[in-house]
């Protein structure tokens, strides 16, 4: 009778244990066959503040003017103020041979654009963009600044330009200029019936006390 006993108790015992493992290893494959949650996308960051300007792209003629009239080439560090969708910057890379170019702007959407751009044209390797606030920014190492902002935006900037740019540093603006700092030389760019105004300054080593 013990050893009958003793029989069924080892039974029920092994049979017990059949059934754990069965619920273990179920679990387990339940666990490893679950598909992992997708992932969401990027949610692009908001701008700094809202832009000072509505973004008005800067015609390819008067592009080239500019990098004309301030002699762009081959040792410049440009920076432009402003960039939108990087034509200045990656025109500066590819027609003129900059050593570097910069672009900044505030608005995400805009240096998301010109990044695309840059890669499409084959310069990131030159040329980078910055979401930054440009009355915020270090642009001290420009040999040339590009803008194409407003009148009074102009004026704000002329402090930050003349107290961070190294004298001989060459400034161009699209349209507008700069009050009370005459420009060195202007030039006009004839576009689809529009005139187009370019404004040329280089930073003086000792500026006017009423400039800055």
């Not at 059934?19 to 490893?32: I, K, L």
Request: charged share 20%; glycine share 4%; hydrophobic share 40%.
């Amino acid at each position: 009778m013990i050893s009958l006993y003793r029989a069924i108790v080892i039974c029920a015992i092994s049979i017990s244990l059949i059934s754990t493992g069965c619920s273990s290893r179920t679990s387990d494959a339940t666990v490893e066959s679950a598909p992992a949650e997708a992932q969401s996308p990027p949610v692009q960051s908001p701008p700094l503040r809202s832009p000072d300007v509505v973004y008005v792209p800067t015609p390819p003629q008067v592009v080239e003017r500019m990098l004309a009239i301030a002699n762009v080439n081959q040792n410049d560090v440009l920076y432009d103020l402003g960039s939108g969708d990087g034509r200045i910057p990656i025109t500066a890379v590819q027609q003129r041979g900059v050593r570097r170019a910069v672009g900044i702007d505030i608005n995400p959407e805009r240096i998301s654009e010109a990044n695309a751009n840059a890669q499409q044209a084959g310069v990131t390797d030159r040329v980078r963009f910055l979401n930054q606030d440009l009355f915020q920014s270090n642009f001290s190492d420009a040999t040339v600044v590009t803008l194409y902002l407003l009148p009074e935006l102009n004026v704000k900037l002329r402090p930050q330009l003349l107290s961070q740019l190294k004298p001989g540093t060459r400034i161009v603006s699209h349209d507008f200029d700069m009050g009370e700092w005459k420009p060195e030389q202007t030039a006009q760019v004839e576009v689809d019936g529009r005139t187009h105004n370019v404004y040329f300054w280089t930073v003086p080593a000792n500026p006017p006390a009423n400039l800055r």
